[in-house]
């Protein structure tokens, strides 16, 4: 909700509030005021709407969580980089079931901007060889198939990876 700069001011000020009551005498006052702090700074690195949007994402509430989405005006000053790469991850993926072409400019800033885990970047990379794979690209598919088996170090894609070939040998 807040911008990621007022964020950190705001941990700043409650840091030196745990200060004062540290030297008050207040242990445990100091203690909770910085686990406050602690929370402002853990929502700089985790954007609460971003947090949010993936729990309704879970949930398969894709009109609800296009809606969390659109609560950030504008995405390159309100969040670090790589919680702008989740947001357009996310966003591609809410967008995937209506709009593909937007869905795949999407996915391709979210690789661009970067993203943390690995299986993210090979679920980008599936989410964009199913979509050149439906508008007739069938090498670039192939490409970012290889891509994503290749960053799918854990084998948690490998049944959708599968099944997208076998899609792929029908065209």
Avoid: C
């Amino acid at each position: 909700m807040f911008n990621k700069n007022i964020k950190l001011v705001l941990a700043g000020l409650t840091l030196v509030w745990a200060i004062y009551e540290f030297a008050q005498g207040h242990i445990w006052n100091g203690i909770l005021i910085v686990l406050l702090a602690g929370m402002f700074v853990f929502l700089y690195f985790k954007n609460e709407i971003l947090l949010l949007a993936f729990l309704k994402l879970r949930k398969q509430d894709f009109v609800g969580g296009n809606k969390l989405l659109d609560k950030i005006k504008n995405p390159s000053s309100a969040l670090i980089k790589k919680q702008e790469g989740y947001y357009n991850f996310l966003k591609g993926i809410m967008i995937s079931q209506t709009n593909l072409t937007q869905a795949e400019k999407h996915f391709k800033k979210a690789l661009q901007l970067g993203l943390n885990m690995d299986h993210d970047k090979a679920m980008v990379n599936l989410q964009l060889a199913g979509i050149a794979m439906t508008k007739r690209r069938k090498r670039e598919a192939v490409n970012l198939l290889n891509e994503a088996k290749k960053l799918d170090k854990h084998g948690m894609l490998k049944d959708q990876i599968k099944m997208v070939k076998e899609q792929m040998k029908k065209i």
